[in-house]
């Protein structure tokens, strides 16, 4: 069965860190991109960050552009998305995708993980 299974998220203060993490099974994650995305309360689904399965390119939403990083380890078919400087603005289910860009066109979805950034 495919399926990939996010955790790693909770509540923090702001300036804090979080990783979370994804974990790929059914298939193998190193033949595919993988993207985080993420959805706040009332707002749209969007586009956090995407490794490549070629060369681990990675890009970022400018909102997260030199707080978060994201990395893969092929071995244990996960994906991580670090995150630094945590904003209240950050608040949101993070999800984990096979795949990248438009959410609407992906079909293999993670649960999701709460991330809640508050004082």
């Known amino acids: 069965q495919v399926q990939l299974v996010e955790s790693g998220g909770g509540l923090v203060q702001p300036g804090g860190s979080l990783r979370l993490s994804c974990a790929a099974s059914?298939?193998?994650?190193?033949?595919?991109?993988i993207g985080w995305f993420r959805q706040a309360p009332g707002k749209e689904r969007e586009g956090v960050s995407c490794?490549?399965?070629?060369?681990?390119?990675?890009r970022y939403a400018d909102s997260v552009k030199g707080r978060f990083t994201i990395s893969r380890d092929n071995a244990k078919n996960t994906v991580y998305l670090q995150m630094n400087s945590l904003k209240p603005e950050d608040t949101a289910v993070y999800y984990c995708?096979?795949?990248?860009?438009?959410?609407?066109?992906?079909?293999?979805w993670g649960q999701g993980t709460l991330v809640a950034v508050s004082s």
């Open positions: 995708a096979r795949g990248c860009g438009n959410y609407r066109y992906l079909e293999v």
């Open positions: 059914g298939f193998t994650l190193d033949y595919y991109a």
């Open positions: 490794i490549s399965s070629s060369d681990a390119s990675t």
